[in-house]
């Protein structure tokens, strides 16, 4: 496909409303009028002969065949930015780039040692981190806005590449003098009867853990409840007790001021995977392989799971 026609307008506007399923979004970020918008994502459904969108109450959905453009488009824009970095490389016109987004849980203390230490291997890099909400993540990565992607996750998601993948078991965060902290393992029902601080309903470890909860019939009433694990930490007092993964809490546990035990049913607890993710379809550059491959060891020496 032809550069013009990548970087031409109903093109770009394509693909904002692919990435946001919304036109008035679309528009807002592009600093048009939504009827501007409109115009353009006909246009391209003419010079195509086929509808590229379903108009929906709620907003805009691909059709199969938008799906397949959206699909291409990404790979095609993406390598074509990938490309011109390494021309300018080339001319010693600018660093290698690395954009990498991250789910909250590791931007406090995992991010940072990982990129001290990616520096040091990787002197020229330059980096580019975001950090939002897990949908967040996912959306970056389709919409070409990111990498490299870190974040839990507990199925597939369409259009996302899994470049690793590891356990990441829900754990219960507690201080060294709380009750239970003597124990190898702890059972759902001795954890609910202490004061819970848990994220909110959407992160995967506060919905794993009420599946949990509600297969056995077990109710808690949560003392904390934020999107932000980073706020809850510091909070952690016993008896309180707090479901983290490992990686957000491990610079803790190694201080020695908070353990972090393993549930000892077999349930949805231990279903949670810490991935590295990538757009579908992509070839990543010297650099960014360089960085997923950094970002696996890193995982590793931290304890495998997050």
Known sequence: MAQPFLHSTPVRYFLEVAGSGSVNQAAARLFVAPSAVSRQIAKLEDSFGTALFERQARGMALTAAGQRLAAHLRHAVLDAEQMLDQVRQLGQET???????????????????????????????????????????????????????????????PGLRVEHSTRAPILAAMSPDHPLAGAERVALAEVVRHPLLVGSPGMTARQLFDLACNAQGLRYHPVFVSNFSSVMLPLLRSPQILLSGLLTV??????????????????VLRQRRLQILSLEGRTLSTPLRACVDALERAIAEAGGQG
């Open 250 to 267: 491990a610079h803790r546990v190694r201080e020695g001021t908070v353990v972090a035990r393993p549930f000892a049913e077999a349930t």
């Open 95 to 157: 660093s290698a780039r690395v954009r990498v987004c991250c789910t909250e849980g590791f931007a406090a203390d995992f991010m940072p040692a990982f990129m001290r230490d990616f520096w040091r291997a990787q002197p020229d890099s330059r980096v580019e981190l975001m950090v939002g909400a897990p949908d967040a993540v996912s959306q970056w990565l389709l919409r070409g806005e990111a990498d490299i992607g870190l974040k839990y996750a507990v199925a597939p998601e």
